[in-house]
């Protein structure tokens, strides 16, 4: 069965620093792209980070730019968000996305259960 758990989150103080982690199974993981999610209150879920399958290409939010670094280590099957210089503005359920398109165009999508982030004094 298909799994993304996400796990690391947590209470930090502004300015601190979190890393989470998100461990996958039942699928080929080294062919699908990684990338993490966030949702506040009351918010959209938007795009935090990605990176391409292989590692070779990341992308970010503006919001998070020079604060926030996403990796992945393929042969253990994880795909990592490190985050640091946290304000209260990151407070979050952040969500880990695998996804991949086949010929067709058709697209496969994993969604980890989430892991609250929350940066507060």
């Known amino acids: 069965q298909v799994q993304l758990v996400e796990s690391g989150g947590g209470l930090v103080q502004p300015g601190g620093s979190l890393r989470l982690s998100c461990a996958a199974s039942?699928?080929?993981?080294?062919?699908?792209?990684m990338s993490w999610y966030r949702q506040a209150p009351w918010e959209e879920r938007e795009l935090v980070a990605a990176?391409?399958?292989?590692?070779?290409?990341?992308n970010y939010a503006d919001s998070v730019k020079g604060r926030f670094t996403i990796s992945r280590d393929n042969a253990e099957n994880t795909v990592y968000l490190q985050m640091n210089s946290l304000n209260p503005e990151d407070t979050a359920v952040y969500y880990c996305?695998?996804?991949?398109?086949?010929?067709?165009?058709?697209?496969?999508?994993?969604w980890g259960q989430g892991t609250q982030v929350t940066v507060s004094s």
């Open positions: 039942g699928f080929t993981f080294s062919t699908y792209a």
């Open positions: 996305r695998a996804d991949r398109k086949i010929y067709t165009g058709r697209l496969t999508i994993y």
């Open positions: 990176i391409t399958s292989g590692g070779g290409i990341t």
